[in-house]
């Protein structure tokens, strides 16, 4: 019923949609004597000291609430107020009070931040809505700028997200579906996507997938995650989180499914595949030679972010030979003086990039500038004059760890760093062999990946040679007219002529 | 409504990329130098004579694969020489395409160690191929065909490598054509139809492709052409590189071409032709995992697929690796295993169909 109602643009009593989920309480209705249902209160709460109880009518009434997750004001606003202007007799007439007779249902109702209103004699509860709510602002996630495009970002309230995808899609087909997960922490779970586009199959799917979680706690998107994607023991994200609405929205309108919790500004899409986690805003906003050219460029860092060390590795260790007779000499008598294999030298840089990457995230901003230079310029440099690390060494695993941030996701970037590792050992033993090798497993292992029951590799592998136009490159707009096949989108089609008054111009010019 | 269901049958595409990838693999580096020996300058010829007379087999293959369109070519066995029979027959298969994919093993290793890495064990190198293999197969015939069909954009690099090498290439050691006559010709389509033997893949999985028969033969043929086009274009271009007194001495002529070449930026492109080589050696023998892993299943009738490939995998592994680097009996075991491919790939297929035949046409009698 609630999610009918949200439907009918019903969007503010948060109340309402959370009706559904108290019909599975259990049921204890409450007594005439006042003291007695106070009484099962405090101990439902194990009387905690948060839970305030004000006596009203000499005693003869309380209300009661949770002190931290009250506004005082809307206390006054929504309660007192309506009293002492004199436009209600009694409490239980104020207009956006709720009446129950049930004690158990109160429980989860105190917790969401109601005030609940109980008289002497009278086994009527009467509940208002007074929730304090803090936000921050809609402000660009930090994880994923763009140039050009919308600003906005989710936050930690799922209301306001699906607000920011409402207000994106005005469209009656657009379906949200609660979730509660979390069988202590009661996480407020929503997907959403558009009926009539995603693939019914797939919103089951996912849906009994959400369903048979039965864990305590749910924090996060990530959290449920590895949960429900197919193949947890991928390093490869399979389903793909972003912060931003217009990302999400996208997603959505290609008959995607999202997925939302309270308390997380993080959204998972699903099903993924792995050229969308290289695709950003940014792309469809610059023009199309540009968007083309910026695509190209970050695919081409997949390549150099796990195939560059091992690839030098090999050349070094294995096929001198493959350098040309001017490129001889510099590179020999760079990593001449050099005491360790080349194989550990790798190790240790990508260790030290590493090492600098993380605690450049977990220090203060002001600290973590320091150790930008610490690292990148005192290190950089002084592993080189003490001969630890050949300088070539150096430039290739900054070169790496560069192109590994150039991933729109920093779920795929960290999993591309963690990528070079077998690739660097398996190119330090068998030198152009290994990375055959590697990438052979990797590429059987993307082919293989599914996410929801979608090939993960998609539009390559299986190919699709209509879906390559967003892949590698990215066409005009209006050369896009299929929704991508890899989601199994109900409709196919995602416009109609769009230029076709180029033709009408040139016909009346004719004229 | 649901598109997932329907998705399990191989789309054309995917069928022709199959074929195409099963057939270019080992065979390609000494395809060259093996014509030549045969037919010296005329070893072109021998090959399109080769692929020529392969349409005949491949349409035999089509006529059996017709006659039972939901069957995969095992089942097809048992349908054809009654249950017991035709698992005894589906084993020689089996054995038949474990000992195929040995050699294909043992030729890739030799030829590694041969070019890239000569201190490596044979063991390591023919284990990290073979788990390759199994990872890929054990994913099932649909994750084979996208994987092929996307790899094959390496075939159009290969390509690249060779047709830059044409600049040096002189028609006239093609000349004079058909010198010593017919019969060393002849001789060496024996050796051109030998490159060709993954073929048999379209038989075994013909019923998981989508399309009427007739398209399904067409793919046949394109697929089988554009493999006898490939061949003939890296045979001339060798041919016309090296003279017909050099190509007696060079057994991977490809690779000593791309040798020569110097770039500013890289030098010897025959390392990165073989790093590519790779990549046509795993699918080919992939399919051979496959084939072998399918029969398992089918003749023993279990119900989870990946422990038959398991099974595949190290019949194929272990006993290469008695054998190693030793080429005398490798040679051996390679002739031997030609000759069980013209057994098993073009003699017996004729009997399969003329048997399938008569008892068609008897239960028809019966049933009249």
Redesign the interface.
Known sequence: MGFLRKLLGNRDRIEDTSNKNQGQQPNQPSSKKLSENVEYLLNEFKRTDDLKIRAMNNGQAVLMYFEPLVDQEKIQQNIFNPLEMGHVEHISEIPNARSSENLEEMIPTLLRGHAIYMEDGSSTITRFNVTSVFNRNVEEPQNEKIVRGSHDGFIENLMINLNLIRKKIEHRDLVVKYFKVGKKTNTNIAIVYMDGIA???IVQKLEKRIKSISVDMIQSPGYLEEFIEDNPYSPFPQMLNTERPDRVVANIMEGRIALMAEGSPTALIAPSTFFMFYQASDDYNARWYTGTFVRLVRLASFIIAIGMPAFYIAVIS??Y??????LLLPVKSSINEIAYPPILEALIMVVIIELIRESGIRLPSPVGQTIGIVGGLVIGDAVVRAGLVSNLMVIVVALTAIASFVVPSNELSTTLRLMTFPLIILAGT????G???GF??L???L??LESF?V?Y?AP????NINDLKDTFVRLPLFMMKKRPKDA?PLQEKAMGESREWVQHEQDNNKN | ????TIKTKL?R??YFFIIVQTEIGVGILSLPYDLHSQAKQDGWISLLIGGVLLQIVLLVIWLIAKRYPDKDFFQINEAVFSKWIGKGISLLYIAYFSMVSMVLLLLFVRL?SLW??PQ?PFWI?SL??IL?CL??AS?GI??M???Y???SVLLIVLLGFVVYSLKDSQIVFLFPILNDGWVPVIKGANEAVLSFFGFIISLVIYSKVEGSPAQRLRTIFYAHWFVVLFYLFTVITSFTFFSTVEMSFIQEPLLYMLKSF???????LD??F???W??NV?TTLTTYVYMTGLGLTDVFGTKKTTPSYIIAAFIILVPPLFIGYNMERVDQFNNFVVWMGYIFSVAFLFIIYFISLIRGSLQKGGAS
């Open positions: 693939d019914p199959e294995f096929h030979e493959v350098l040309p007779d001017e068998f030198g152009f062999l990375i055959v090798f052979l497993f590429t059987v292992h082919t293989r029951g090939p590799f390559v592998a299986p190919l199994h | 409504m649901s598109k997932t789309s595409r995917q590694i890239v890495l490596t190198l990290l191929m390759v990872y890929l994913g649909n994750v065909a996208r994987f069909t996307f790899v110097d770039f500013t930026i890289v030098a010897r390392l990165f073989l790093s590519i790779v990549v795993a």
